[in-house]
């Protein structure tokens, strides 16, 4: 099978009877919903970290508190855990809600705004 057309067409021949199953069968969670942006005061946040570290440090904990109110701000703009009624810490980061980022953050720094960033659209398609 060279084309995605004859693909399709031998899967269909190849079913059993029935009804005609969903385009989608996996659900939403691997999909793209419209409207993602990126958050540029985010990546220019998390770029920022490396000054106060390498030449004012008296500044780190200016920096601590401004990544963690943005982090929280984003992670509700995203929905972030809204779809889900558990939130579990060890388990998968989709549904940590925005208050979880925002102390986590502010715990981890500039760590966990890079996991964060790395996932954000990943948390926004299984929240949204």
């Not at 005609?20 to 970290?49: F, K, Q």
Request: with cysteine; charged share 20%; hydrophobic share 45%.
């Amino acid at each position: 099978m060279s084309t995605k057309a004859e693909y399709e067409n031998a899967r269909k021949v190849a079913r059993a009877p029935g009804p005609e199953p969903s385009p989608n069968p996996d659900g939403t969670a691997g999909r793209d919903h419209p409207g993602y942006r990126e958050n540029i005061l985010l990546i220019l946040l998390a770029l920022v970290w490396l000054l106060p570290i390498a030449y004012q440090r008296e500044l780190l904990p200016i920096f601590i508190i401004l990544s963690a109110a943005a982090m929280y701000c984003d992670a509700q703009n995203i929905r972030a855990g809204s779809s889900f009624e558990k939130e579990t810490f060890l388990g998968d980061i989709v549904t940590w809600r925005p208050i979880s980022w925002g102390a986590v953050t502010a715990v981890g720094g500039v760590i966990t705004m890079a996991i964060y960033l790395f996932h954000r659209k990943e948390i926004y398609n299984a929240n949204n």
